[in-house]
């Protein structure tokens, strides 16, 4: 039996990245990118104007009453310049600054009779007020978004801006995902009082669409060993990655593990010192595919797909992954089992800034109604016993950003 770091190591060790593909860019939220994106431009390219109101000449001394108006400047005119200092331009919003001009006063404090502005009493000005000075956003070919990055739909102006209709992003792991046992029924049918609902694989399915992963579907399978071996053997070759769910322990009706080594399927590692999620199962197909098989528990699963099986697609993908999070225990906590406890918790902000982790108590490994409410768990190492109120514990959000 190995710990769970050494767990989250191997599968690493066994990731294989996915292809590559072009897009259009308005096509690409929720993407990984696969290439920096860089500035086509100084942004903005010009000295820009914010205001709607006049350009002038500002200089130290004391602002002029009156100005000529030379010109009007609307966004989009070829750049202007100003002729008289003593004169002024109107300006637009988005226009860019004439030259010989370094301040624009808002047309709020300015009244425009006869071609001449008239500036409100008493108005104070500073030099560069309301513009937006060019390259001020970033510099012409300074990375803008960084290959890893998942794109979201406050990226697409960054990247039409960059002069980019298409980008190059990751290919859609293909993901197939195998509950078994014939005690489940699925929503919608009749149940009896000795069923249960099946609830592991479509927990999953709304795990990974939330991270955009959008092929992947889900099938359930009775406990027949030539059903499971014939649906595990297809799903297994149309797949990236095969998520099975139940059926790796030791009982009569788990047939699982057999049908996987049938299947040359390389077993990587069974059984990790952690809780939930002990029985967890994970190896290699012929084709690089990879093959979790999770614990039919449904904590148990929603916290082996949460910890394992999302950062591998992520990485897959070729995502950034993240510094690890951490929050303060909010009590005392002693574990003397050798097993690291992925321990579900709720988030309490402190005045100071700091946040608190409430454990929230669970009855066995089947208890998916006390995970709702929370806001993730937090990891107890197994080489570790006393955990004390106040200490820093690494924390593992339910929603992957």
Not at 16 to 31: E, F, P, Q, Y
Not at 102 to 119: D, H, L, R, S
Request: glycine letters at 6%.
């Amino acid at each position: 039996m190995i710990s769970s770091n050494q767990a989250s190591k191997l599968i690493k060790n066994n990731l294989r990245k996915l292809k590559s593909k072009k897009i259009n860019a308005m096509d690409s939220v929720g993407s990984i990118l696969r290439e920096d994106i860089s500035a086509e431009r100084n942004q903005p390219p010009f000295d820009r104007v914010t205001m709607d109101g006049i350009a002038i000449n500002y200089s130290k001394t004391k602002i002029q009453c009156f100005y000529p108006i030379q010109s009007t400047h609307f966004a989009g005119d070829a750049p202007k310049k100003l002729i008289k200092k003593n004169q002024c331009i109107e300006v637009m919003t988005g226009s860019v600054l004439p030259a010989n001009t370094n301040c624009v006063i808002p047309i709020e404090c300015v009244k425009i009779e006869n071609q001449t502005a008239k500036i409100k009493e008493n108005y104070t000005a500073k030099r560069w007020q309301f513009i937006h000075k060019e390259g001020t956003d970033h510099k012409k070919g300074s990375v803008v978004l960084k290959k890893g990055h998942r794109i979201t739909p406050i990226d697409i102006a960054l990247i039409l801006s960059c002069g980019r209709e298409e980008v190059t992003v990751s290919d859609t792991p293909k993901i197939r995902i195998l509950s078994t046992g014939s005690e489940l029924i699925p929503t919608g049918k009749k149940i009896l009082p000795h069923q249960i609902r099946i609830t592991n694989g479509p927990s999953m399915i709304t795990m990974f669409k939330e991270q955009y992963f959008d092929d992947c579907e889900h099938f359930h399978l009775l406990d027949d060993r030539d059903l499971q071996k014939r649906k595990i053997k297809k799903y297994l070759n149309e797949s990236d990655v095969l998520i099975l769910s139940g059926g790796i322990s030791m009982g009569k009706a788990d047939f699982v593990e057999k049908i996987l080594e049938e299947l040359n399927v390389k077993c990587v590692f069974y059984k990790v010192k952690q809780r939930p999620g002990k029985p967890m199962w994970f190896g290699v197909g012929t084709k690089k595919q990879l093959v979790f098989a999770l614990p039919g528990n449904p904590v148990s699963a929603i916290t082996c797909c949460r910890h394992y099986v999302v950062p591998a697609l992520q990485s897959m993908c070729g995502k950034i992954k993240k510094n690890n999070e951490y929050v303060q225990m909010h009590k005392n906590i002693t574990s003397k089992t050798k097993f690291t406890h992925f321990l579900p918790v709720k988030l309490k902000n402190l005045k100071d800034g700091t946040r608190q982790a409430l454990p929230i108590e669970t009855n066995t490994s089947g208890d998916f109604t006390s995970l709702s409410g929370t806001h993730g768990y937090v990891e107890l190492r197994g080489d570790q016993e006393e955990f004390k109120k106040g200490q820093n514990v690494i924390f593992q959000n339910w929603k992957l950003s």
